[in-house]
């Protein structure tokens, strides 16, 4: 383990934690609340960024064992996007908070447990895409939890605008 690596692992904890239990907060109405930039529910949104953890963990996993590109495309990822969505699209807020909190840790524990070499072994996420290293794949963990939530807070606060932040900062 580094120092590096058990920093990246607390971030991704606070900001998963945190999301976890605001989602758990919404209504019915805020949970079926559409969020433009994906054209999904927020329900549909909040699944996606579990299994994004869940994909971004795997990526990482792949970069230790085999850096070679692997045979996703741009357009591959945004199709297998589109089809989970319609699959998810009647989950469940139950179901899917214990989906963030369960792929959130392990996504920790895995980032956790990485040493400096393991964080600077590069590799290609797929075709067409620039080569990364672990370290940054473990930062996008809160990347990509933070650009979806904008996107839900954008389309609650549409939704309410006379509420305010209808989610907390993190």
Do not use: Y
């Not at 433009?36 to 960024?49: C, L, M, Q, T, Y």
């Not at 741009?74 to 989906?99: F, G, M, P, W, Y």
């Amino acid at each position: 383990m580094s120092e590096r690596a058990e920093q990246l692992a607390e971030r991704f904890q606070a900001v998963i934690a945190a999301f976890a239990l605001e989602i758990e907060a919404l209504s019915d109405a805020e949970w079926r609340t559409i969020c433009p930039a994906e054209g999904w529910s927020v329900g549909v949104v909040a699944r996606h960024i579990a299994i994004g953890s869940e994909t971004i963990t795997r990526h990482i996993h792949e970069f230790l064992a085999d850096p070679s590109p692997k045979p996703d495309t741009v357009e591959t990822i945004h199709q297998r996007n589109a089809s989970d969505a319609a699959r998810l699209a009647d989950c469940t807020k139950a179901e899917t908070v214990a989906h963030l909190r369960a792929s959130g840790v392990a996504a920790v524990e895995l980032v956790r447990g990485l040493t400096d070499a393991q964080l600077g072994r590069r590799g290609l996420l797929a075709a067409g895409f620039p080569e990364r290293d672990v370290a940054w794949l473990a930062g996008f963990l809160v990347r990509h939890l933070d650009e979806h939530r904008a996107s839900i807070h954008a389309a609650l606060a549409r939704e309410r605008p006379d509420a305010g932040n209808l989610l907390t900062n993190s």
